[in-house]
């Protein structure tokens, strides 16, 4: 998730989302429009002794609805915070925490497998939640008697901070208490179908949160629910992706070099958009010898004009920028790195960056089909031809 930077803490970048600088003032808003009934609410509560008339003049209620919003973001921060530095410990790298809409997100550069190490991740952030909770209830209890902002913002706080706990520990995955139930299941049975079983519970919450966010005109929650939808079924196909492609290369699935079209750097504009007419496709490898030196796509022979085909070359419009990987590369990785980039096939170089083939995200699919139903690495090579794959650059 990308966002802008606003510093580091502990080595792991802190962003924010453009999607923060919607919620914060939303938050900011619907507090100071309800400070009078949420301070009844901490006077039954807590026994706080708050005075709802002494905050309801002039900015007053604005001043503490900001102020309470920014500390929940605060609380938040500190919750991922929570998740990363016992990830970190475990030898784990985090590549950021962002702030956005739904709150936070801390990326991790690789997913716990361990049950173990998953579990004490999971729970970190909800105990950080709690102890911040109870540190904002030891202000509110120390705070003099008639001190009602102090008393509202951090009476809020230790109540909110204590929800958001026991909330995230739902069983709804990707949330925290998803992923410690994904990590006891996986004590006794595969890690990927821990992750599936995890899902299923993920999802079913996610559809009845979005119930009731429909049945209650509750816009956050029916997003929220359709985050975890998503983000528990992505999981899920990648964690079973990944099981199935271990210990399989890029070598055991890419189209081998014979079976390759390519065209050389001196190829007219003119004759490459006839050969991808004719042979159906819509990138080529360009090389100099065995070397690659490019791709050309389809995109690429377009952005020259019709009269001036025969004029240009491939070496005019191709790119040179080329990620490649190697045979020896796990397809996994191969499939990360096409989702990096944004393309849909990748050249397959040696070690003196000779092509020896192409892997496009149609070979891992058919290579993933054949595996899935009981096949090998040794009979993927049976699959189909490069030439009929619809897969773009």
């Avoid at 003032?25 to 008339?53: C, H, K, R, T, W």
């Avoid at 949160?209 to 029916?222: D, S």
């Avoid at 001036?308 to 045979?327: I, S």
């Avoid at 993933?368 to 993927?380: A, K, R, Y």
Wanted: net charge negative; proline share 4%.
């Amino acid at each position: 998730m990308r966002g802008l930077k606003i510093g580091t803490a502990l080595g792991i970048p802190v962003r924010l989302n453009w999607t923060f600088l919607i919620v914060l003032p939303l938050f900011a808003y619907l507090i100071g429009s309800q400070v009078g009934m949420i301070a009844e609410v901490m006077n039954d509560a807590l026994g706080a002794g708050i005075d709802p008339a002494a905050l309801a003049g002039g900015l007053t209620p604005w001043v503490l609805g900001l102020a309470a919003a920014v500390g929940l973001f605060v609380g938040v921060l500190l919750h991922e915070f929570g998740h990363s530095v016992v990830a970190m410990r475990y030898g784990y790298e985090i590549e950021s925490i962002t702030l956005w809409l739904l709150g936070g997100l801390a990326s991790f550069a690789e997913f716990p497998e361990d049950w173990k190490h998953e579990f004490w991740i999971a729970v970190a952030g909800p105990i950080v939640s709690v102890a911040v909770g109870v540190a904002c209830y030891a202000v509110f209890a120390l705070a003099p008697v008639g001190s009602n902002a102090v008393l509202f913002v951090f009476g809020y706080l230790a109540l909110l901070n204590v929800v958001l706990a026991v909330f995230n520990m739902l069983p709804a995955f990707p949330m925290d208490g998803g992923r410690v139930l994904r990590a006891l299941l996986a004590r006794n049975q595969p890690h990927a179908q821990a992750t599936q079983r995890a899902a299923a519970v993920g999802k079913a919450f996610a559809f009845v949160m979005g119930i009731v966010g429909l049945l209650g005109f509750q816009l956050l929650l029916i997003v929220l629910a359709f985050f975890i939808y998503i983000a528990a079924s992505g999981e899920a196909q990648q964690t079973t992706l990944k099981a199935a492609f271990e210990d399989v290369t890029v070598g055991d699935v890419m189209t081998g070099r014979e079976d390759l079209h390519t065209v050389s750097e001196d190829t007219s504009v003119a004759e490459l958009m006839s050969r991808m007419f004719e042979e159906r496709h819509t990138g080529y490898p360009v090389l100099r010898g065995d070397d690659l030196v490019g791709m050309v796509t389809l995109e690429d022979a377009r952005s020259v004009r019709e009269v001036e085909r025969d004029a240009y070359r491939v070496d005019d419009v191709m790119a040179t920028n080329v990620v490649a990987v190697g045979p020896e590369t796990d397809a996994m990785t191969a499939l990360q790195t096409m989702q990096e980039n944004g393309v849909g096939r990748l050249p397959v170089v040696d070690r003196q960056e000779r092509l020896v083939g192409i892997i496009s995200r149609s070979d891992l699919m058919t290579a993933f089909n054949i595996i899935q139903t009981g096949g090998t690495p040794s009979v993927i090579s049976g699959r189909r031809q490069i030439g009929d794959d619809p897969d773009v650059f």
